[in-house]
T-cell receptor, first 113, second 109 residues
Framework: DVKVTQSSRYLVKRTGEKVFLECVQD?????MFWYRQDPGLGLRLIYF???????EKGDIPEGYSVSREKKERFSLILESASTNQTSMYLC????????????FGEGSRLTVL | KNEVEQSPQNLTAQEGEFITINCSYS?????LHWLQQHPGGGIVSLFM???GKKKHGRLIATINIQEKHSSLHITASHPRDSAVYTC???????????FGKGTLLTVNP
């Protein structure tokens, strides 16, 4: 079974802190995605990566950056956390030239105080 | 206006009923995903389809590319089917998925 693992299920951070959210997948997938999920807004794409060291902005990249140094790991970085970044963050991966079947992690609920 | 529209937003059914959730999109796509999320749970991919119909157990997904429309059907619904169901359209030329706002399904015993 494909497994997508997110490093933290729950985090509480203070405004201005740097936050790292880690995601690891174990099925050699090319594509990895970071989404945030907010009530009433559904899933919104922050960044995605289709290969090592490759990244593209999604719909809401402002305030975020990403890193993909190894194929299995895709990190989301909040350089200076703000309260409006309080959300559920979901990582996903898929195989193939275009996004195939998606596999999601369990999510990381971030609260910024 | 969202390029992917789902209906209904909320759906309450009695156990055993046949359920249909609709998804319409306004742009050309190469594939469409149906996702399920139980309350407090993770997101699970139910189907990815680009034409025709797929079936898994009591779940059936259909897509009509010409009409830009997909449906998710649940036969003999059960309270454990209560979840948010979301469709997501994959654009023809990129990796980006456009998500619907989701349908909250509640199946009462």
């Amino acid at each position: 079974d494909v497994k997508v693992t997110q490093s933290s299920r729950y985090l509480v951070k203070r405004t201005g802190e740097k936050v790292f959210l880690e995601c690891v997948q174990d099925m050699d997938h090319e594509n990895m995605f970071w989404y945030r999920q907010d009530p009433g807004l559904g899933l919104r794409l922050i960044y995605f990566s289709y290969d090592v060291k490759m990244k593209e902005k999604g719909d809401i990249p402002e305030g975020y950056s990403v890193s993909r140094e190894k194929k299995e790991r895709f990190s989301l970085i909040l350089e200076s956390a703000s309260t409006n970044q309080t959300s559920m963050y979901l990582c996903a991966s898929s195989l193939g030239y275009k996004a195939g079947e998606l596999f999601f992690g369990e999510g990381s609920r971030l609260t910024v105080l | 206006k969202n390029e992917v529209e789902q209906s209904p937003q909320n759906l309450t059914a009695q156990e055993g009923e046949f359920i249909t959730i609709n998804c319409s999109y306004s742009v050309g796509i190469s594939a469409l995903h149906w996702l399920q999320q139980h309350p407090g749970g993770g997101i699970v991919s139910l189907f990815m389809l680009s034409s025709g119909k797929k079936k898994h157990g009591r779940l059936i997904a259909t897509i009509n590319i010409q009409e830009k429309h997909s449906s998710l059907h649940i036969t003999a619904s059960h309270p454990r089917d209560s979840a948010v169901y979301t469709c997501a359209a994959l654009g023809g030329s990129n990796y980006k998925l456009t998500f619907g706002k989701g349908t909250l399904l509640t199946v009462n015993p």
